[in-house]
């Protein structure tokens, strides 16, 4: 219950006196971060006061953006880099934002990094959502949306990405697949896309793209691809929400 108790106390107390108490985590801010206690008072360091506190709190945020790989990774760590990017000034955040962008391709798929690629895709810039863009191309939107925790990041960036972004990734799904990623019974010249409706995770990329993508030839060129083939697609038991959007 202690953790309650300093939680409550940086919340209420004077802020002539909050340096006091703070200076009681220099050297303990990686043990209270990877505490399953601890973790909460250091993520409240980083909220509500945070503006205030200023660079009183550089040191919990230094800590922090010297160990991004690891706490990125880490069921705790990856909540405080979270409250980083959502609650931080302007020149932290992209001080984090540079950070996490060197390692981003080894986050995208990893249990609790990719929650701080989704953060990253909603609060940070224009070129970070380019670098994840770029990465989910270069490894293949297919083979990304397969994947149970790179699918969450694939449709946080069609939902925050820009037009252009959001149709480059349409782009890619109206590719042919390769041999490679094909399934059986598809037969060959299938569209990724079709190959991505009938997977227990891809199908909700389908999903947030037709929900996302602005009116346009790539979104056009999309329903119709889809639309063409509805006749299999009813026979497919995660593409049955496509099949009700395109018949709305």
């Given at each position: 219950y202690g953790c309650r108790v300093v939680q409550k106390a940086m919340e209420t107390l004077d802020e002539a006196d909050l340096p006091d108490l703070l200076s009681?985590?220099?050297?303990?801010?990686?043990?209270?971060?990877?505490?399953?206690?601890?973790?909460h008072v250091s993520r409240g360091g980083n909220d509500a006061r945070a503006e205030f506190l200023g660079s009183q709190i550089d040191f919990i945020i230094d800590d922090v953006?010297?160990?991004?790989?690891?706490?990125?990774?880490?069921?705790?760590?990856?909540?405080?880099?979270?409250?980083?990017?959502?609650?931080?000034?302007?020149?932290?955040?992209?001080?984090?934002?540079?950070?996490?962008?060197?390692?981003?391709?080894?986050?995208?798929?990893?249990?609790?990094?990719?929650?701080?690629?989704?953060?990253?895709?909603?609060?940070?810039?224009?070129?970070?959502?380019?670098s994840v863009m770029h990465i989910v191309i270069r490894q293949g939107i297919l083979r990304m949306s397969q994947q149970k925790f790179a699918s969450n990041v694939v449709e946080k960036l069609l939902k925050y990405g820009t037009s252009s972004q959001r149709n480059a990734l349409v782009r890619e799904m109206l590719r042919t697949a390769d041999a490679a990623s094909a399934i059986p019974g598809t037969g060959d010249g299938a569209s990724v896309v079709l190959l991505m409706v009938r997977d227990q995770y891809a199908n909700y990329v389908v999903q947030t793209t037709l929900d996302v993508v602005p009116e346009g030839e790539e979104k056009a060129l999309l329903r119709e691809e889809l639309i063409s083939h509805l006749p299999q697609l009813r026979n497919y038991t995660f593409?049955?929400?496509?099949?009700?959007?395109?018949?709305s």
């Open positions: 009681e985590f220099r050297h303990h801010v990686l043990d209270c971060i990877r505490d399953q206690n601890g973790n953006l010297s160990h991004v790989l690891d706490l990125s990774c880490h069921t705790y760590g990856c909540r405080v880099l979270q409250r980083i990017l959502e609650h931080c000034v302007e020149s932290k955040k992209a001080q984090a934002l540079d950070e996490i962008s060197r390692c981003h391709q080894k986050l995208l798929d990893d249990q609790f990094g990719n929650y701080v690629i989704q953060h990253v895709l909603q609060y940070g810039r224009h070129n970070d959502r380019e593409a049955k929400h496509i099949v009700a959007k395109l018949s």
